[in-house]
T-cell receptor, first 111, second 113 residues
């Protein structure tokens, strides 16, 4: 493993509730990413970070926010969860441009 | 608008034969390409990559070919083994642009014993 821990690994939540997913790394990599994986869509970038307090949107950022107050932690927040946000979420870390290393994933179900 | 395309959702091959997975891209700014392998209930794992200054990169049973003029790359697995059965994702990034990996939708490879 590349020193990435996602928590929780599984979560069921109700529509309209806020949800925060955590990604923790021990590699001191500059870049951190949140992707979601859905059938027929592959891996789509939600948000990414290129340093502490430096974040930017990906292709499917609507309904999500992120924060990175420390190098090792990257938080993904669903402000008000919807059923369309039921997905598997992957955090990744990297040095930029070259290969990224992925966590084990968080399976989120919004009911 | 899909910038990285994997047009074959699935591929089935016999053990010992060659597996060829294909990927096309539309963004001419992409200059670094990667393949990831993903097993169920696990995160994707890096397999092999290639820079746009090369047209081939080999690592054991895995070879990636890049045809820049056609904006096409392929992953060859020879010989294929049942343990290679997984979903394979093609990804691309652009130097000097945002440091983001753009992924295709994936191809599910099944290697039959």
């Amino acid at each position: 493993d590349a020193g990435i821990t996602q928590s929780p690994r599984h979560k069921v939540t109700e529509t309209g509730t806020p949800v925060t997913l955590r990604c923790h790394q021990t590699e001191n990599h500059r870049y951190m990413y949140w992707y979601r994986q859905d059938p027929g869509h592959g891996l789509r970038l939600i948000h990414y970070s290129y340093g502490v307090k430096d974040t930017d949107k990906g292709e499917v950022s609507d309904g999500y926010s992120v924060s990175r107050s420390k190098t090792e932690d990257f938080l993904l927040t669903l402000e008000s969860a919807t059923s369309s946000q039921t997905s598997v979420y992957f955090c990744a870390i990297g040095l930029g441009l070259t290969e990224a290393f992925f966590g084990q994933g968080t399976r989120l179900t919004v009911v | 608008d899909q910038q990285v395309k994997q047009n074959s959702p699935s591929l089935s091959v016999q053990e010992g034969r060659i597996s060829i997975l294909n990927c096309d891209y539309t963004n001419s700014m992409f200059d670094y390409f990667l393949w990831y392998k993903k097993y169920p209930a696990e995160g994707p794992t890096f397999l092999i990559s290639i820079s746009s200054i090369k047209d081939k990169n080999e690592d054991g049973r895995f070879t990636v070919f890049l045809n820049k003029s056609a904006k096409h790359l392929s992953l060859h697995i020879v010989p294929s083994q049942p343990g290679d059965s997984a979903v394979y994702f093609c990804a691309a990034s652009a130097q000097g642009g945002s440091e983001k990996l753009v992924f295709g939708k994936g191809t599910k490879l099944t290697v039959n014993p």
